[in-house]
């Protein structure tokens, strides 16, 4: 008798349901009955041979209980099988569509970056300062080796302008480190990926062609817009890198339009930006060739009037800025003459335009400096600086009268 079981199949890749391969289980033949063998039903009539007890004859089992014992020998034959087959050779049996489809696992939610020790004294320093008319601040530092950071609304989500290019530069950089997107590899320019604001590839002829490496390039150190589309583009889309975003643990870090979003839809937040660099540098997401050339291209930033004039002599900035009419900011990793590090967001809202939100940045900048360049646990040492300290003394009032020039940075 031959019993056909079906044995569960993995997926393929263009099938949701499941797919079964026949068992066939071999039991040994019914043996037929005799001519001379008498109905069962039939009795004997001849006399009984002396001294010979008759056999008990076994009645017959009724469907249902047949049916569940050959379930159960069946099942008995499949588990022997499958115990001795070894997996390798099980492997064999599949063709090539019927391999499981490569599911990503999925990874656990990254940890946290070290906090360790609040620096409040700091923090009210910083509130003091920025407690400006119209402005709205937001600041996040992290010193990852001792676990000194400083708050102070550095969850909440902002317009992130030009910020937002840190995060797809990151993208690309895991897409390169993948083996999905080539440094070398030529992109071209396509007529939807145009926009105005930063950068000369707007003025480029549709079609001309570059490498993802120059066009990584342009987007970093020109902030230009219309790169920035290309690679968002390469990227899979919008959703696609939010997505990625999201998975790193950057939950404010959206595109909801193309660059350049001069109204502030895109957002991101300093924690975020602060997090996602602190990943990179210990050795997340990226590797090591890759952080090197984020490192190296964001050293690079042309727009240097926010955070780096509040930094000491000898230290050094890889760093994004963003500006538009509502929000300016800027997001990086401060290198010390020492070697030491700390990496530091500052995002502020603003009326359009209004150029007391930069020297805001500036005299934030050179009070986080101040502290973190020291090894202090409370920097109670820190002063806070004036706005007009950081602009050769004019007036922050006199600053505001002149905000109206429109700045196409996006």
Same mark, same amino acid.
């Given at each position: ?14 099938? +949701? ?20 063998? *008498? ?24 469907? $249902? +209980?047949? @049916? ?7 099942? /008995? ?7 001795? %087959? ?19 696992? #999925? ?9 360790? =020790? ?19 601040? $937001? ?7 001792? $676990?000194?950071? #400083?708050?102070?609304?550095? &969850? +909440? ?27 070398? +590899?030529? @992109? ?17 002829? /549709? ?25 968002? !583009? ?9 997505? %990625? ?6 939950? =404010? ?6 660059? $350049? ?10 924690? !975020? ?70 990496? #530091?967001? /500052?995002?502020?809202? *603003?009326?359009?335009? !209004?150029?007391?939100? =930069? ?22 040492? #820190? ?26 940075? &996006?």
């Amino acid at each position: 008798m031959t019993i056909s079981l079906a044995e569960p199949r993995f997926a393929s890749e263009d099938k +949701q349901s499941k797919e079964y391969k026949p068992l066939t289980l071999q039991l040994p033949p019914a043996k037929a009955p005799s001519a001379t063998a *008498r109905p069962q039903s039939a009795k004997s009539s001849s006399p009984k041979p002396p001294g010979n007890k008759p056999k008990r004859k076994l009645s017959k089992l009724p469907p $249902g +209980q047949k @049916l569940a014992c050959l379930v159960a020998l069946c099942s /008995v034959a499949v588990l022997v099988q499958a115990a001795a %087959t070894p997996i390798s050779e099980a492997w064999k049996n599949f063709s090539t569509h019927d391999k499981p489809v490569a599911i990503a696992s #999925v990874p656990p939610p990254p940890p946290p970056i070290k906090m360790t =020790n609040s620096l409040d004294d700091l923090k009210e320093k910083l509130i003091q300062a920025s407690t400006i008319k119209n402005l709205h601040a $937001g600041v996040f530092v992290s010193d990852q080796n001792t $676990g000194r950071y #400083v708050d102070m609304n550095g &969850a +909440q989500a902002f317009p992130a302008a030009s910020m937002i290019k840190l995060p797809v530069f990151v993208a690309l950089l895991a897409g390169v480190d993948a083996g999905l997107v080539k440094p070398d +590899q030529m @992109l071209e320019i396509k007529p939807e990926q145009v926009t105005g604001g930063s950068g000369w590839l707007q003025w480029r002829p /549709v079609g001309s062609k570059l490498s993802v490496r120059d066009t990584a390039d342009l987007m970093i150190t020109i902030s230009d817009n219309t790169a920035t589309n290309m690679l968002i !583009d390469l990227l899979g889309g919008k959703e696609a890198c939010n997505r %990625t975003f999201a998975s790193w643990g950057c939950t =404010n870090t959206k595109i909801n339009n193309w660059l $350049g979003d001069f109204e502030g839809t895109n957002t991101t937040s300093p924690y !975020d930006l602060v997090y996602l660099l602190a990943r990179v540098d210990r050795g997340e997401i990226i590797g090591a060739d890759s952080k090197k050339w984020l490192n190296q291209t964001m050293s690079r930033t042309r727009i240097r009037t926010l955070l780096p004039p509040g930094l000491g002599a000898g230290a050094k900035i890889a760093h994004k800025t963003g500006d538009i009419a509502c929000m300016v900011g800027d997001a990086g990793t401060v290198t010390l003459p020492t070697g030491e590090k700390y990496f #530091v967001s /500052v995002q502020v809202c *603003r009326p359009r335009n !209004d150029r007391r939100a =930069n020297l805001l940045i500036r005299s934030m900048s050179k009070m986080i400096y101040q502290c973190f360049s020291t090894n202090s646990t409370n920097c109670s040492q #820190v002063a806070v600086v004036p706005l007009e300290s950081t602009n050769g003394g004019v007036a922050p009032s006199a600053l505001h009268r002149h905000h109206r020039r429109h700045h196409y940075h &996006a």
